[in-house]
C-alpha cells in the first residue's frame, strides 16, 4: 500500500469485545479468538455507493458521512463478536438472540468513546452541561462566552467521569486493551516494523488518527462555535446547541484532519495533544495474546486489499 493508502487503511480500526476490526480500502476484517486458539475472521467487501462517495468529498459534511457510516459497519461487526463470545459460552441457540440483546445493550455504555454510538452520545452529551451549567452559574453574571467555556468544562468533567468508571468493568477494560493493541499495530506499520508481537509491543497505545481525539475536538470547537451565537433562554440555549451539533461535528473531523497532517511538525503537533490526553483514558495496555488478534486482523485486510 502507499502512505496515503495505509492512511486511508488505519483510520477505521476499532476494538469490538472480543476482537478487531480493520477498514481497508476495499474491505473491513474483523479478527476474534476462540478458546480453542483458533482466529476467525469476519470479512465484509466495501460498497462504495457514489452519492455517498461524493458527499465525503465536501469539507464539513465527509465528517458526519463518515461517523454515520463507521457507526453501521462498527455495529455489524460488534455483532459478529458477540456471536462468537456467545457460541463461546455453549449458549444454546433458542437463548442466543436475547442474550446478545443484552450484552450489546451493555457495551453500548461506551457509546461516547467510539463511533458505534458516537451521534446518540454527543446528542446527550450536548444536552446536559448547558441544563447544568445554567443551574449551577446562570444567575452569577451575564457573559455568554464564560458560560459558554464554563459549560465545555462541565462537558470535559463529566466526559473524563464517564470513562474513566466506565473503564473499570472487566468487559470495557478488555475493549480499551483491544483499542491499545489496534493503536500499537498501526504504530508498527507505519514505522515500517516487521508486524510481530515482539515489535508490536515496543510502543505505546496512543495515536493520532483516533475516535477519541475526535471527541475532546467536538467540545473545544463547540465552545468556540457557540460564542458566535447569542441565546436569551436555557430552552432556546439547548435547542441552539442542538442545530448547531451537525456544524460543531463538521468543523471538528477537518480540525482532526488538519492536526493529524501536522503531527510531524514541531510546536504544531501538540494540536493533537488533547485527543492523546484522552487516550490515556480509552486505551489499555493489551497482553501479547491480544496483540496477536490485532496483528491477524490487519494482515487479514491487508492481504484481502491487495486481492480484490
Not at 475532546?216 to 436555557?234: E, K, W
Amino acid at each position: 500500500m502507499s502512505d496515503k493508502q495505509c492512511q486511508t487503511a488505519i483510520y477505521g480500526g476499532q476494538a469490538v469485545i472480543e476482537g478487531v476490526m480493520f477498514a481497508g480500502q476495499k474491505v473491513h476484517v474483523t479478527a476474534v479468538r476462540r478458546k480453542d486458539n483458533t482466529i476467525h475472521y469476519l470479512e465484509v467487501p466495501k460498497k462504495d455507493i457514489p452519492w455517498v462517495q461524493s458527499l465525503k468529498r465536501i469539507p464539513l459534511v465527509r465528517g458526519i458521512v463518515g461517523i454515520v457510516e463507521a457507526s453501521a459497519k462498527g455495529a455489524q461487526h460488534l455483532n459478529f463478536s458477540a456471536e462468537v463470545f456467545a457460541e463461546e459460552e455453549g449458549e444454546p441457540k433458542e437463548e442466543q438472540k436475547e442474550t446478545l440483546a443484552g450484552r450489546l445493550s451493555m457495551i453500548l455504555g461506551v457509546a461516547v468513546v467510539g463511533v458505534l454510538s458516537f451521534l446518540f452520545g454527543k446528542f446527550v452529551f450536548t444536552l446536559i452541561p448547558p441544563v447544568i451549567e445554567d443551574l449551577l452559574f446562570g444567575r452569577m453574571f451575564q457573559n455568554q462566552i464564560g458560560h459558554n467555556l464554563i459549560e465545555g468544562l462541565i462537558k470535559i468533567i463529566l466526559l473524563v467521569g464517564y470513562i474513566y468508571f466506565i473503564s473499570l468493568t472487566p468487559m470495557i477494560k478488555r475493549l480499551f486493551q483491544y483499542h491499545g493493541a489496534e493503536h500499537k499495530v498501526i504504530s508498527a506499520y507505519e514505522a515500517g516494523l516487521e508486524l510481530t508481537v515482539a515489535n508490536v509491543q515496543k510502543f505505546n497505545t496512543l495515536h493520532y488518527r483516533c475516535g477519541s481525539s475526535f471527541i475532546v475536538f467536538t467540545v473545544l470547537i463547540g465552545v468556540v462555535i457557540y460564542s458566535f451565537f447569542q441565546y436569551d433562554s436555557l430552552i432556546e440555549r439547548v435547542l441552539l446547541r442542538l442545530l448547531l451539533l451537525p456544524l460543531v461535528i463538521g468543523v471538528s473531523y477537518e480540525v482532526l484532519r488538519f492536526t493529524n497532517s501536522l503531527r510531524d511538525v514541531p510546536v504544531l503537533r501538540y494540536l493533537g495533544y488533547p485527543g492523546l490526553w484522552l487516550q490515556l483514558l480509552t486505551t489499555k495496555e493489551p497482553d501479547d495474546a491480544q496483540v496477536e488478534v490485532s496483528i491477524a486482523s490487519f494482515n487479514r485486510m491487508r492481504e484481502l486489499d491487495r486481492q480484490m
